[in-house]
Nanobody, 116 residues
């Protein structure tokens, strides 16, 4: 079975940092496009960042560019999201998403709250 398990969320003050992890299993991680997508309270899904494991191409939403960094450890089948200079607007549930050969897989999410 395919599993995506996020971790690393929590409460952080504005300007602080967190690193999210997504451990993947049940599919060929190295042939996948991995993304982070978030959903703020009362709002829709917002794409945050993607990394293509087979080409190492990386993309970011304008709202996080320069503050967030996506990376992978193919040996551990894990994708990370390093989040720096966090703002209250970054408060959301962060979901890990995998796209392999057109098949979509989602994790259950991890909550990030940025508040003083």
């Amino acid at each position: 079975d395919v599993q995506l398990v996020e971790s690393g969320g929590g409460l952080v003050q504005p300007g602080g940092s967190l690193r999210l992890s997504c451990a993947a299993s049940g599919f060929t991680f190295s042939n996948s496009a991995m993304s982070w997508v978030r959903q703020a309270p009362g709002k829709g899904l917002e794409w945050v960042s993607s990394i293509y494991s087979y080409s190492s191409d990386i993309y970011y939403a304008d709202s996080v560019k320069g503050r967030f960094t996506i990376s992978t450890d193919n040996a551990k089948n894990t994708v990370y999201l390093q989040m720096n200079s966090l703002k209250p607007d970054d408060t959301a549930v962060y979901y890990c998403h995998a796209d392999q050969d057109g098949m979509d897989y989602w994790g259950k999410g991890t909550l990030v709250t940025c508040s003083s």
